[in-house]
């Protein structure tokens, strides 16, 4: 391969449509190395990738399905006694439709959500991961009903957290380091979970109110699912044309969020997105934001620096860089209408 700096150069980024990669085969050194190779062309030059062959059962696909439909469908004021604002600690608990603005040029994100964190199923004394959270710290909240809610979140999210840590190692060969590079800097990874409801938008829909506004995440990558059969989700290229990243049944979607960018000077690229809900019917979708512990420092790699490529980013730790990001979009004044 030639240099992460080299392949760089090349890159257009015109992408007119998002790779498919599948991760099904890990188990030989030769079979990561190529999974590693197509990993870091997507990264490079698109920011995003479906991926097949992930392992996570349909069955806790469907069941975490059914409980956020259910839970979605509650009334307002009971979903609102877990608003994050006023109950949750590190932005854990239930968000409503506007109440964040990813996009200072919007106002407002039409979609609701709920978030979590790590938490084992089985809750264990002396979690050392919930004592590590440093500026994200604060436990989870969980609301009452549906019953099962919980139980089908956490199936979920350990085994979405499970393909993060395989990818992260992906991302490591990807950037030509040994595969355990980020073992150590993922000990109590970071891991905030969504759910997100997406309530049809129709009629003239205004291009203030989107479900999310276009905008690239947080931490290092994003494990997407999203409901087949209903197209929302779009990806910006190089020509400023918006992509559909339309749903693949049976896949899930990567992308590169603003952490790992800054690890790679931006040879990895974080690519801006924003969904809409135009179908007429109800869009459900689940993120899951994976980064390093949050106490680890993000710097551009030396293998991403040149002196035709200076540093772009002054070191901050992942739990600090979090914190900002999440403060300026449930905080962010809605511009004058
Ligand atoms: O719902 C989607 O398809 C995308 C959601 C998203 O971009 C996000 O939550 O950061
Ligand atoms: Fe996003």
Redesign the pocket.
């Known amino acids: 391969m030639s240099t992460l700096i080299a392949s760089a150069a090349t890159l257009d980024g015109a992408f007119d449509s998002i790779p498919v990669i599948d991760i099904a085969n890990t188990s030989t050194p030769e079979q990561r190395a190529a999974l590693a190779h197509e990993i870091r062309n997507a990264s490079i030059n698109v920011g995003f990738f479906y991926i097949t062959g992930h392992g996570i059962p349909q069955g806790t696909i469907n069941s975490l399905f059914s409980v956020m439909e259910a839970y979605f469908s509650l009334p307002l004021e009971t979903k609102m006694k877990l608003y994050h604002k006023e109950v949750g600690s590190s932005f854990k608990g239930y968000a409503p439709a506007l109440d964040s603005n990813?996009d200072p040029a919007n106002s407002g994100d039409c979609?609701e959500?709920f978030e979590a964190g790590w938490e084992e199923l089985i809750p264990k004394e002396n979690d050392k991961k919930r004592a590590n959270d440093g500026a994200m710290a604060g436990a989870n909240v969980w609301p009452s009903e549906p019953a099962g809610f919980r139980e089908a979140y956490l199936n979920y999210y350990h085994a979405a957290v499970g393909v993060g840590r395989l990818l992260f190692r992906l991302f490591a060969l990807a950037l030509d380091l040994p595969e355990t590079y980020f073992d150590d800097k993922t000990k109590n990874s970071a891991a905030i979970m969504?759910t997100?409801h997406?309530p049809p938008q129709s009629g003239l829909v205004s291009d203030g109110y989107v479900?999310?506004g276009a905008?690239s995440?947080f931490e290092c990558f994003?494990i997407?699912w999203?409901q087949p059969g209903i197209q929302?989700?779009q990806v910006l290229n190089s020509k400023k044309q918006w992509i559909d990243?339309t749903p693949i049944p049976g896949t899930l979607?990567v992308?590169i969020g603003d952490q790992l960018a800054r690890w790679t000077n931006d040879i990895f690229s974080s690519n801006v997105?924003?969904?809409t809900n135009r179908s007429g019917v109800d869009?459900y979708?689940v993120?899951l934001?994976f980064g390093t512990d949050y106490h680890v420092p993000i710097e551009p790699m030396p293998s991403c620096v040149s002196a035709n490529r200076p540093s772009r980013y002054e070191p901050i730790t992942a739990g600090d860089y979090l914190q900002m990001r999440l403060r300026e979009m449930y905080y962010r004044p809605a511009p004058p209408s």
Do not use: E, K, M
């Open positions: 990813i979609h959500g969504r997100v997406y479900g999310i905008h995440d994003t997407l999203q929302a989700l990243a979607v992308n997105h924003r969904a869009r979708s993120p934001f």
